[in-house]
């Protein structure tokens, strides 16, 4: 059975968008007999806890595994527990007080300076449940030295900083007996990376690689020359040229497109956006570029030159928990989105002003999380509008569109979007902009929801309260969208457009 690995940067619980359209295909495969495990690259402590966490809630399938650049390395070097010596230096430093220091304690922050006959020394910061974080040690000058990571009673990491640009200069990860299995070397004004160190423990010699990036793609090679006919199908926009840099036919290597390649104003004849300027240059360098809709792979192909190896596989909607009954609140309107500038969500909040002054009884429930929070919740506080409300990130939206008359969705641009998806799959309608890709060719005008020009805060504000004053329209649209999800983007149709890229490059 060949091996397939699926690459992106980072995973995390409440990550959506990307990493959860890779999960959802990671099981698709994984039910379906097929071999997978994510790769990621970023550092955690706790991937174990995330891994676990996802799949006691369903989204991740228990075959698949993460795999971790950092756990791969760190565990090679991990002894039977924690050493004598690393446990002993936790429970030094664990407590508040220690008796040769003077502390200042910051109770909101859980934060504590300490001080040794007037110089500052150090600050500690600890978790709400009182485990140690972190420690930061200064000079006489209060300039920042080093920072020190805790992870369950022991030192992961540990960071130096320039005392002149107080920029990162080198980082340390360790083993918990200690050891240091990685260091990482950066410059000291511009932070870029200039050298990875690699240790092995009975080792005399230490592997040297340029940067992170060559280090990566050394890692990709390592993992792949295990495995016979190996499969990476790349997800991450940064990972791009990570993939493509590997040892040619070590492995298969598709690279998948989530978003809208082009930049502002997001149609054909706009620069292509930085982060995916190197994909779509080397497309013929892949064994094939999956792109999510057949507009964006026209568009690409007007402007990119390939080999015939561009492909439409468009994501299938994630599982979720769907309540068996329910009825329409038919007042009710939705939104599942990133609370981020990107997603237009001041225009829907607009849009509820005027809906407000005809239609006093429409609601609003938006769910998401983001640093765009406090803007939206001033913007609703200024309009004076109780039709709204932010009600925070949702682990399980299936029961919220299910209730909702409809969906709606403004964003400046999409790749595909899987709020339409999944607010199809619970057959629930959805009223969008008009934008590049997708919402054109998921949503059929008057049978699966309405499409709105973009920007056009009035004909949004028209089409809610149209929908609110046909709810059997809307209840009808909804049906005929859970239908076009349960046979165009099924799993099973998902699939079997992916075994037949793969049999194609084979």
Not at 268 to 274: A, E, H, I, Q, T
Request: hydrophobic content about 35%; proline content about 3%; aromatic content about 12%.
């Amino acid at each position: 059975m060949r091996k397939i690995f699926s690459l992106i940067y980072e995973i995390d619980i409440e990550k959506g968008g990307i990493t959860s359209s890779m999960m959802s295909r990671s099981y698709t495969f994984a039910e379906r007999g097929l071999d997978i495990d994510l790769i990621t690259f970023d550092h955690k402590d706790n991937y174990a806890v995330i891994e676990r966490t996802l799949k006691n809630a369903g989204r991740l399938h228990a075959d698949v595994n993460i795999i971790n650049i950092y756990d791969y390395y760190k565990n090679q070097h991990k002894p039977a527990g924690i050493s004598t010596e690393q446990k002993h230096y936790y429970q030094q430093n664990v407590n508040l007080h220690e008796e040769q220091y003077a502390v200042s304690f910051d109770k909101s922050k859980l934060e504590a300076n300490y001080f040794q006959n007037g110089l500052y020394i150090k600050k500690k910061k600890w978790s709400s449940d009182g485990e140690l974080l972190y420690i930061d040690y200064f000079n006489e000058n209060m300039q920042r030295t080093k920072r020190e990571f805790f992870y369950e009673e022991h030192v992961t990491k540990k960071i130096y900083f320039d005392q002149r640009s107080g920029k990162t200069t080198q980082i340390h990860y360790t083993a918990p007996d200690g050891f240091c299995y990685l260091t990482e070397w950066h410059h000291f004004n511009t932070g870029a990376s200039q050298g990875v160190m690699l240790f092995e423990r009975d080792e005399k010699e230490a592997v040297f690689f340029k940067n992170k990036h060559t280090f990566h793609t050394h890692w990709l090679e390592k993992i792949c020359e295990k495995e016979k006919d190996p499969i990476i199908i790349c997800d991450g926009v940064g990972s791009a040229s990570k993939v493509n840099e590997m040892r040619e036919g070590l492995a298969k290597r598709y690279y998948c497109v989530h978003s809208n390649h082009l930049d502002y104003p997001y149609t054909l004849g706009s620069k292509v956006r930085k982060n995916h300027q190197y994909a779509m240059e080397h497309i013929k360098d892949y064994d094939g570029l999956i792109v999510l809709t057949n507009e964006q792979k026209e568009d690409i192909m007007k402007d990119f030159e390939s080999n015939n190896n561009i492909f439409v596989i468009p994501h299938a909607p994630r599982r979720l928990e769907k309540l068996q009954t329910y009825e329409k609140k038919k007042n009710e309107f939705v939104m599942v989105a990133r609370y981020h500038e990107e997603k237009g969500i001041d225009k829907v909040i607009k849009a509820m002003e005027i809906v407000k002054k005809s239609r006093p009884d429409i609601v609003l429930n938006i769910y998401g999380s983001g640093p765009g929070h406090e803007q939206y919740q001033q913007l609703i506080d200024d309009l004076q509008l109780d039709n709204v409300h932010l009600k925070g990130y949702i682990a399980n939206p299936a029961p919220f569109y299910q209730q909702a008359l409809a969906t709606l969705l403004t964003s400046k641009f999409e790749g595909f979007s899987l709020a339409i998806c999944e607010s199809f799959s619970c057959a629930t309608p959805v009223i969008s902009f008009d934008v590049k890709y997708s919402p054109r060719e998921l949503i059929k005008e008057h049978e699966t929801g309405m499409l709105v020009e973009p920007d056009h805060i009035e004909m949004l504000a028209e089409s809610i309260i149209y929908l609110y004053d046909n709810p059997e329209k809307a209840i009808q649209y909804g049906k005929n969208a859970k239908n076009l999800m349960d046979t165009e983007y099924s799993e099973d149709r998902l699939f079997e457009r992916w075994e037949e890229v793969f049999e194609m490059t084979k």
